[in-house]
C-alpha cells in the first residue's frame, strides 16, 4: 500500500522569503512516480512537476525547485522568494507501477505569503 | 485547446435524490478519474476508468458509480446523495506519451441538504 505524508499543516511567511514543503512517501514498489500540484484560492488543481524513481536529479524551474532523495523517501519542494501568489495548497501525491496511474495524495500544505 | 469540464460547477441536492455529476475531456486521454476532496483528507480517488467499458473502484467508491460509454465523458453518479457525500469532486484525465500526469477539471462543489 502507497502512503504520502505532508507533515506540515500550514507554513505562513512573509513576501520574499524561502518556503520548503516536506513530502515522505512510502511504497514497496521499486518503480513509481511523484508529483506536486499546486491549489490556488479559485480551486483548480495545477500540475507542476512530476519526478520518476530512477532520476533522483534534482531540478531547479525559476523559483520553484524540488528535492528528491530515495534514501530518506522524501520529495521536498522548495519556492524560493515567495511571493503572494504563492499563497496556495500544494499537494504530493504518488503513483506506483502495481496501481498504475492511480494518484495518492497527501493532505496539503497551505501556504499563506502575506506581503 | 485540449481540456477537460466538469458540470455543473456547484449543486445544492436533497438527502435520497439521484445526482450525476459530469465530466468531458478533449485530450483523447484513455484514462479517467474521479477524486473527492474533503478537509485533513486530499483527494481520494472515488472510480477510475482505463478504457470504453472498463470502469474500477476506487478507495471510497460506495455510493458511487460511473460508467464509459465513449472515450470522452466518464459521468459519477451518486444513487442516493447522503450529507457525507457533501464534497468537492475533481475529474481527472491521463494518457498520450506522458500516461502518469494526471490533469484535473475545475471541480464540482456538490452539497447535500
Known amino acids: 500500500a502507497q502512503k504520502v505524508t505532508q507533515a506540515q499543516t500550514e507554513i505562513s511567511v512573509v513576501e520574499k522569503e524561502d518556503v520548503t514543503l516536506d ?77 498504475w496511474g492511480k494518484l495518492q495524495f497527501g493532505a496539503g500544505t497551505q501556504v499563506v505569503v502575506t506581503p | 485547446d485540449a481540456e477537460i469540464t466538469q458540470s455543473p460547477r456547484h449543486k445544492i441536492t436533497e438527502t435520497g435524490r439521484q445526482v450525476t455529476l459530469a465530466c468531458h475531456q478533449t485530450w483523447n486521454h484513455n484514462n479517467m478519474f474521479w477524486y473527492r476532496q474533503d478537509l485533513g483528507h486530499g483527494l481520494r480517488l472515488i472510480h477510475y476508468s482505463y478504457g470504453v467499458q472498463d470502469t474500477n473502484k476506487g478507495e471510497v467508491s460506495d455510493g458511487y458509480s460511473v460508467s464509459r460509454s465513449n472515450t470522452e465523458d466518464l459521468p459519477l453518479t451518486l444513487e442516493s446523495a447522503a450529507s457525507s457525500q457533501t464534497s468537492v469532486y475533481f475529474c481527472a484525465s491521463s494518457g498520450g506519451s506522458d500516461g502518469y500526469t494526471q490533469y484535473f477539471g475545475p471541480g464540482t462543489r456538490l452539497t447535500v441538504l
Open chain 1, 23 to 99: 513530502c515522505v512517501y512510502e511504497t514497496r514498489d521499486t518503480t513509481y512516480y511523484l508529483f506536486w500540484y499546486k491549489q490556488p484560492p479559485s480551486g483548480e488543481l495545477v500540475f507542476l512537476i512530476r519526478r520518476n524513481s530512477f532520476d533522483e536529479q534534482n531540478e531547479i524551474s525559476g523559483r520553484y525547485s524540488w528535492n528528491f532523495q530515495k534514501s530518506t523517501s522524501s520529495f521536498n519542494f522548495t519556492i524560493t522568494a515567495s511571493q503572494v501568489v504563492d499563497s496556495a495548497v500544494y499537494f504530493c501525491a504518488l503513483s506506483a507501477t502495481d496501481s
